[in-house]
């Protein structure tokens, strides 16, 4: 296990190496966070004593190796945006309001996703299933710009239940994390029932029923156990797609100053060095959330052999 | 993974339909029901409302983004002002309308010679932190800001290039110095922050604010608030408003409900379609001026004909009317404000004479010939419901228009490119600290970054300017520079949109045309 996981850590320094060097590739292909830090008005002269000030004006590949130098440090940078921070610093600010809203979220999508997925494979085909998995169906086609108006038209404007932007969780927070669940619980729910639904059709539950167990021991204790591999790998999949994506897109609607609607502002503004540093960390996240996945399959099913 | 495959999925599209009708038609039932047992607490908005303001009131002020610093010295950033200009005083201020007034200095500033100015400090003021307010304060100031300039780390350069530095006389009296005669330096006094001597040297000053103003710095949540309380020491009236919380909120949906529900006491950028809805709306004409600037020199608005059509086909009361709700002044043929210096009163806007237009066109045979108009969308008001009326008037006179909405970084591109300028490239100019040398020397002056005009003569009236001393040579000249632009339609001047404010029904505030946010000149009633 201890091999295992220095060997995955030591891959995933490679991943996390590639993605932050592509970003700086990108970043410097398509910009100049000088345009956008500076008024309107100021003078070419200022904005190239900027540039010089900032290193900008050094050829690329002298750029690339002072980057290189400094990320071995760990030092992304100041960020162009928020001035006089190291973009790091910024990250870190940021990075805990996105957290608490994936972890709130994933709570809801794995409290709803499981039960109701459990409810569909019941009586596969019957009404219970097909309205479970219809509803399943719009919610993970809907896109989560739409969702999130919805429940802010119904929610906070209508009814006035929930608030917008940063605040206590329970008026501020519970909204976002819905609007992140709801796609994942559509999601989820359909792997539990299908998996469920291949668990109830092997020989194993086949003798459990023979020899008399009820119907709830024999899906509660064993199919939902070894169901748990496609959800495990699914819900790593939801977690690292809502820190990576949705989170840029749902913070945004309901205003939560989280690291998405940070990564908005940043490539708005073109800052190179908290694009960077925010790529940085998400990447080390989901490097480290794959092993803790990989894990799990060994906790779930011991035969999983992680050599 | 396609999780979609293991459905039979012709069958749940047809169940689907079906339940999604029933499901919205229950959503609306909830929806509806749901008016009456709403839960929002209504704090503003007393109808009773006496008049007298109430000793000791908390307010709440939503602005539009979060400070990108707390270091005045560093960024030229609106929400930053709007709470630093509480904490912070400089030497000179402006009353409500503009003029120049004494501040931390006793008077206006005297001139010792061409390039130094001497200004008298009040006595007896103080920092927050309990260090005195004196001549070393104003040489710590000086000296920082001009540093700054040198590494080129201020992005507010603009504001501060002239000066070269500041010499104490004695305990209240400081000279300070330019690098050449500098008729702006008092209007660059009433900009630049002062701060304690000891803080000469810190290179950010975010962490900690320490002014000599009436509020003092309490507390920041990062991407939420920022507190400030009553600086109980001010050497100045006493506010009554006590304690102020800023909230940062970008969308302007969510600003004005949490203004209708109580929650704001004040939000800014009131967009004016909802100026109806705002419990009390409040406007001023401020510094904005939305505008397009004509290439001169080059292609088909070099004809001063074209240039004059391009302005007579644009119905500036329509504009006002539909971009801007009622809420903006037609230019009088200027990017300057009334409550500007320079500001030329003799100058009228043009008028509307869409025939004349469609005339000067044909007699310049240019009939079907192609204007390429440039901006961009959604970082100032309506611009692209602006852009789009002037493209329709412009293609009624007969001439085609290529207009390009690029996305801003873009934009910059084209409005910062010295050597192809644009036929038309639209711009909204502002001006903060209330003189015209910047505004002039930015859009008017050849070889600005966004002036499409190479005039020697209206060129050298701009240094002049600069370089005058006594404000009623520098009126004259400004007058007559900005009449040349005036007679040779080197813009298309629009209209000038107010800066529009929400107000609680308790607040009572009349807004600046420099657009600061004092809380010391608001008050509540009970």
């Known amino acids: 296990m201890g091999r295992y996981i220095a060997r995955r850590l030591g891959q995933g320094l490679v991943v996390i190496f590639g993605v932050t060097i592509f970003v700086f590739v990108i970043t410097r292909l398509i910009g100049d966070p000088v345009k956008f830090m500076l008024p309107l008005s100021a003078t070419p002269e200022q904005r190239e004593a900027r540039r010089a000030a900032m290193g900008l004006d050094d050829g690329i590949l002298t750029q690339f190796f002072r980057f290189i130098g400094d990320l071995l440090r760990l030092d992304l940078g100041e960020s162009t945006y928020v001035r006089g921070q190291s973009a790091l610093s910024v990250v870190f600010d940021y990075l805990p309001r996105t957290l608490q809203l994936v972890a709130l979220g994933m709570i809801f999508a794995v409290v709803l996703s499981i039960p109701l997925g459990v409810l569909a494979s019941r009586k596969p085909g019957g009404i219970t299933d097909r309205i479970l998995t219809t509803l399943s169906l719009i919610g993970l086609s809907m896109p989560q710009f739409f969702l999130g108006f919805m429940l802010l038209i119904a929610f906070t404007v209508k009814l006035q239940w929930f608030e917008t932007g940063p605040g206590p969780w329970t008026t501020n927070l519970v909204l976002p994390a819905v609007c992140l669940a709801l796609p994942a619980i559509g999601r989820l729910s359909i792997v539990v029932r299908s998996s469920m639904i291949d668990e109830m059709n092997t020989q194993y539950v086949k003798v459990a029923k023979a020899k008399g167990m009820t119907q709830r021991r024999i899906m509660g204790v064993h199919a939902l156990r070894n169901a748990g591999i496609p959800y495990v790998t699914l819900l790593g999949w939801e977690i690292i797609r809502a820190l990576a994506g949705y989170t840029v897109v749902v913070e945004s609607v309901f205003n939560w100053p989280g690291l998405g609607f940070m990564a908005k502002t940043a490539i708005k503004n073109q800052d190179f060095y908290l694009i960077q540093a925010i790529v940085f960390v998400i990447a080390v996240i989901v490097v480290l959330l794959n092993i803790v996945i990989d894990i799990a399959y060994k906790v779930l099913d011991p035969r999983v052999d992680l050599q | ?526």
């Open chain 2, 1 to 526: 993974m396609d999780v979609g495959s293991t459905l039979p999925r012709g069958k749940i599209l047809q169940k689907r339909y079906r339940l999604l009708g029933s499901l919205l038609a229950l959503s609306l039932v909830a929806v509806a029901c749901g008016d009456d047992d709403s839960t929002s607490t209504t704090t503003g908005g007393s109808s009773d409302s006496t008049g007298a303001p109430v000793e000791g009131a908390e307010i709440t002020i939503a602005l539009g983004s979060e400070p990108t610093s707390l270091d005045p010295y560093i960024v030229d950033d609106g929400a930053e002002r709007a709470i630093n200009d509480n904490i912070y005083e400089t030497l000179l201020s402006r009353d409500a309308g503009g003029t120049l007034q004494p501040g931390l200095a006793t008077a206006l500033p005297t001139q010792i010679d061409e390039t130094t100015w001497q200004f008298t400090l009040r006595e007896g003021v103080t920092f927050h932190d309990g260090s005195a307010f004196n001549a070393d304060s104003v040489v710590a100031s000086i000296n920082r800001i001009v540093k700054l300039v040198a590494d080129a780390a201020t992005d507010n350069d603009g504001f501060y290039r002239t000066i070269t530095g500041a010499t104490k006389v004695d305990d209240v009296t400081v000279n300070i110095t330019t690098d050449g005669p500098d008729g702006v330096l008092p209007a660059r006094m009433y900009w630049l922050k002062m701060i304690p001597a000891s803080a000469e040297t810190t290179a950010d000053l975010s962490e900690s604010l320490v002014g000599t103003g009436p509020y003092k710095f309490v507390s920041r949540t990062v991407g939420s608030d920022i507190q400030i309380e009553v600086n109980p020491e001010y050497w100045g009236d006493a506010p009554s408003i006590t304690k102020v919380t800023y909230e940062f909120v970008a969308e302007g949906g969510t600003r004005l409900a949490g203004l209708k529900s109580g929650k704001y006491d004040l939000i800014t950028n009131l967009p004016p379609q909802d100026v109806d809805q705002a419990p009390q709306p409040a406007n001023v004409q401020g510094q904005e001026h939305p505008v397009l600037i004509l290439d001169v020199d080059e292609g088909i608005t070099a004809d001063p004909n074209v240039r004059l059509a391009l302005n007579l086909a644009v119905d500036k009361q329509a504009i006002i009317d539909q971009v801007y709700g009622g809420f903006a002044v037609a230019d009088a043929a200027q990017i300057l404000s009334p409550s500007v210096l320079g500001f030329n009163a003799d100058l009228a806007p043009v008028e509307y004479d869409p025939e004349q237009a469609k005339q000067l066109i044909t007699d310049a045979g240019l009939e079907g010939a192609t204007i390429q108009l440039v901006g961009e969308a959604g970082r100032w008001l309506n611009d692209r419901e602006l852009l789009e009326a002037v493209a329709g008037y412009w293609k009624a006179t007969g001439l085609e228009v290529q207009l390009d909405i690029l996305e801003f970084g873009a934009y910059l591109d084209v409005l910062f490119d010295r050597t192809n300028r644009a036929d038309a490239i639209f711009v909204s100019s502002s001006n903060d600290i209330l003189d015209p040398d910047r505004q002039l020397s930015t859009y008017y002056q050849a070889g600005g970054i966004g002036a499409s005009n190479s005039n020697e003569e209206l060129s050298a009236l701009i240094d002049q300017g600069r370089q005058q001393l006594d404000p009623a040579d520098r009126q004259a000249t400004y007058e007559e520079a900005v009449k040349i632009a005036a007679d040779g339609s080197y813009f298309v001047w629009l209209a000038s949109n107010s800066d529009l404010y929400g107000l609680s029904e308790r607040m009572s505030w009349t807004p600046r045309v420099d657009s600061k946010l004092l809380v010391k000149e608001m008050s509540v009633t009970s």
